[in-house]
């Protein structure tokens, strides 16, 4: 447990800014809009009213509301406009909230953020029957008893991210009837009590990522029935068992990324069945969770990134028909993807493999499974070379590529082509949008990620980008036909050197008896003549008659060549014609 806190107080700040994001972009936001209400107004509408307005707050009375932020303010006051709907106290030094809102009964909207509470005490939300936003985030607020929030009927969104509460009493939210949004956000709850969310029928968002639960809080969620979206990011959730969610038909969103989770059962998460979008991303999964993700039919967007996972086995997203965003990034132990991987996604639109340092070989064909897919990123992988059978370049709208070791050699000519049409397309793009003042958008076009595609070799070409390549140095053909046509010329001399040497010896001792000999080690090379045709015993005189090639223009008619028959009668003397050109040398038999 020691080992738990610890990261958690280096991590305190990174928690901070990310629970508190909102509540500031909402300080700002009515900044401006308070800014931009002519001070002259305000003046007018204090004369009119018996409420003194404080050197250091906004009033606006025509709007019923009044900003005292960032005004240093210890305590609330208590002598602005009693009819006010909306007040904002956030970034002052308020530590205690004792009996101060029952003048501002029709308040419906109450911020304290960053102020310095520590307690809410009881009842002193009672007389804010009307309050729908309670923003209570970035205090020191260490627990909520039963009577903490009581009267708060019409609150639809409260905001408790950032305290320090450790517990909440089961029956804290029993007022709360209207509660749509809670965040509960960088806390240190470990647990939620069973029958917190009991009354809170409409609950629909809750965010209780940044605490430190260490499992799902199984209990408190069978309530939340109408829960649509579900924050669990950066706890310490070990594993997901069978029966760990309850039915939550309404559950489109979960997050349960950076937690530790090495293991879901099978059936544990078979009761999200209105699941689209899930983020199992920055756990310790070790395998592909292919079972329990069979069961989320309804399942668009899943994000596995940041996981142990060694290989992608075939149809490793069973059943998921829906997927249309895939993330598998940072796995770095990913060594293996199989060519099926993702034969049951037949709506996939887009694929994240970025960061896959163990990748040096994409399986061919991986996407052709896949018809929508429009985008596949692959930066940063270990890959060197790529084929253009391995994306559906047609039908593709981003590629994405660069910070893989590529050797750039002729083999790459097709992505080079590519970047040079879109190099070519930026620059008439440009050129366009001067002339005409707007762009043309060809929807066959191809986004690459051009300058972030680079070489590690060949040697000339090492550290370059492949754009900058020439045409010459990713030209396949000059290559392959120098090498055919050098190869064939060494063949050929060769072969005439071959010839000369053999038949050289041969022409001088024509009618000696070494002729035999000679003509029994060819016959070894050469086809049998099929027996069976040939009556009479074999004779190794008529072995000349098949060593020779078939005549290519001897017969009478050049166009239809003799069948190659060497015993039919009609041929013989075709044969005998040939025997003056003997020396030639005999490409075919050799
Ligand atoms: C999860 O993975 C991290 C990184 O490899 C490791 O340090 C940690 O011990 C793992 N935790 C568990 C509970 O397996
Ligand atoms: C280009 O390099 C890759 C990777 O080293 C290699 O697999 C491929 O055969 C090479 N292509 C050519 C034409 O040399």
């Given at each position: 447990m020691v080992s738990k806190t610890k990261p958690d107080m280096s991590t305190l700040k990174i928690v901070l800014r990310r629970c508190g994001t909102l509540a500031m972009e909402d300080d700002k936001i009515q900044f401006m809009r308070w800014r931009a209400i002519p001070t002259m107004l305000v003046l007018a509408m204090i004369g009119s009213t018996r409420a003194?307005?404080?050197?250091?707050?906004?009033?606006?009375?025509?709007?019923?509301?009044?900003s005292c932020a960032s005004a240093s303010l210890e305590i609330v006051p208590i002598q602005l406009n009693p009819e006010l709907?909306?007040?904002?106290?956030?970034?002052?030094?308020?530590?205690?909230?004792?009996?101060?809102?029952?003048?501002?009964?029709?308040l419906v909207n109450l911020n304290?953020?960053?102020?310095?509470?520590?307690?809410?005490?009881?009842?002193?939300?009672?007389?804010?029957?009307?309050?729908?936003?309670?923003?209570?985030?970035?205090?020191?607020?260490?627990?909520?008893?039963?009577?903490?929030?009581?009267?708060?009927?019409?609150?639809?969104?409260?905001?408790?991210?950032?305290?320090?509460?450790e517990e909440i009493n089961s029956a804290s939210f029993r007022e709360l009837h209207s509660l749509s949004v809670l965040k509960l956000c960088g806390n240190r709850l470990v647990h939620l009590e069973g029958g917190l969310f009991r009354t809170s029928k409409h609950l629909k968002e809750l965010h209780l990522n940044d605490n430190q639960f260490l499992d799902v809080p199984t209990a408190a969620?069978?309530?939340?029935?109408?829960?649509?979206?579900?924050?669990?990011?950066?706890?310490?959730?070990?594993?997901?068992?069978?029966g760990d969610w309850p039915h939550l038909p309404e559950?489109?969103?979960?997050?349960?990324?950076?937690?530790?989770?090495?293991?879901?059962?099978?059936?544990?998460?078979?009761?999200?069945?209105?699941?689209?979008?899930?983020?199992?991303s920055d756990n310790n999964l070790t395998a592909m969770p292919t079972m329990p993700l069979?069961?989320?039919?309804?399942?668009?967007?899943?994000?596995?990134?940041?996981?142990?996972?060694?290989?992608?086995?075939?149809?490793?997203?069973?059943?998921?028909?829906?997927?249309?965003?895939?993330?598998?990034?940072?796995?770095?132990?990913?060594?293996?993807?199989?060519?099926?991987?993702?034969?049951?996604?037949?709506?996939?639109?887009k694929v994240h493999m970025d960061y896959n340092v163990g990748i040096e070989k994409l399986p061919t064909r991986l996407f052709y499974g896949n018809p929508k897919v429009k985008y596949i990123s692959v930066r940063y992988n270990s890959l060197q070379t790529l084929e253009a059978i391995h994306f559906p370049v047609d039908h593709l709208q981003e590629l994405r590529v660069g910070g893989n070791p590529l050797i750039c050699n002729c083999s790459l000519g097709w992505l080079w082509q590519l970047i040079q049409e879109y190099k070519y397309k930026l620059l008439k793009l440009n050129g366009t949008a001067h002339m005409n003042g707007k762009k043309t958008r060809n929807t066959s076009e191809l986004t690459l990620d051009m300058s972030?595609?680079?070489?590690?070799?060949?040697?000339?070409?090492?550290?370059?980008?492949?754009?900058?390549?020439?045409?010459?140095?990713?030209?396949?053909?000059?290559?392959?036909?120098?090498?055919?046509?050098?190869?064939v010329t060494v063949i050929f001399i060769l072969l005439v050197i071959g010839g000369v040497i053999y038949w050289a010896p041969k022409r001088r001792s024509r009618s000696n008896k070494n002729d035999l000999e000679?003509?029994?080690?060819?016959?070894?090379?050469?086809?049998?003549?099929?027996?069976?045709?040939?009556?009479?015993?074999?004779?190794?005189?008529?072995?000349?008659?098949?060593?020779?090639?078939?005549?290519?223009?001897?017969?009478?008619?050049?166009?239809?060549?003799?069948?190659?028959?060497?015993?039919?009668?009609?041929?013989?003397?075709?044969?005998?014609?040939?025997?003056?050109?003997?020396?030639?040398?005999?490409?075919?038999?050799?």
């Open positions: 003194i307005c404080p050197a250091a707050c906004r009033c606006e009375n025509d709007v019923l509301r009044t709907h909306e007040l904002d106290l956030s970034n002052n030094k308020i530590v205690h909230i004792h009996f101060s809102f029952p003048f501002y009964e029709k304290l953020s960053h102020n310095r509470i520590k307690t809410l005490g009881n009842a002193n939300f009672n007389s804010q029957t009307n309050l729908t936003r309670l923003d209570l985030s970035s205090n020191q607020i260490e627990n909520l008893t039963k009577d903490s929030l009581k009267g708060l009927k019409a609150l639809t969104h409260l905001d408790l991210s950032n305290n320090s509460l969620l069978s309530d939340t029935i109408h829960l649509k979206y579900l924050y669990l990011s950066r706890n310490l959730i070990l594993s997901i068992e069978d559950l489109h969103t979960l997050f349960l990324d950076s937690n530790v989770l090495t293991d879901i059962h099978p059936d544990g998460l078979s009761t999200l069945v209105a699941l689209d979008h899930l983020d199992l069979a069961k989320l039919s309804s399942l668009t967007n899943l994000k596995l990134s940041g996981n142990f996972i060694s290989s992608i086995p075939p149809v490793a997203f069973r059943g998921l028909f829906h997927l249309r965003i895939l993330k598998i990034d940072r796995l770095e132990t990913l060594r293996q993807i199989d060519a099926r991987a993702f034969v049951d996604n037949i709506n996939l639109e972030d595609i680079s070489c590690v070799g060949p040697e000339e070409l090492s550290g370059e980008l492949l754009v900058d390549a020439t045409k010459n140095q990713m030209d396949c053909s000059v290559g392959w036909m120098a090498a055919v046509s050098v190869t000679i003509d029994d080690s060819l016959r070894r090379t050469v086809p049998s003549p099929p027996r069976s045709r040939k009556t009479e015993p074999y004779d190794p005189g008529q072995v000349e008659k098949y060593i020779i090639p078939p005549p290519i223009m001897i017969h009478n008619d050049y166009r239809s060549l003799p069948s190659w028959d060497p015993y039919g009668t009609s041929s013989m003397n075709v044969y005998e014609q040939l025997n003056d050109n003997r020396d030639r040398p005999h490409i075919v038999y050799v």
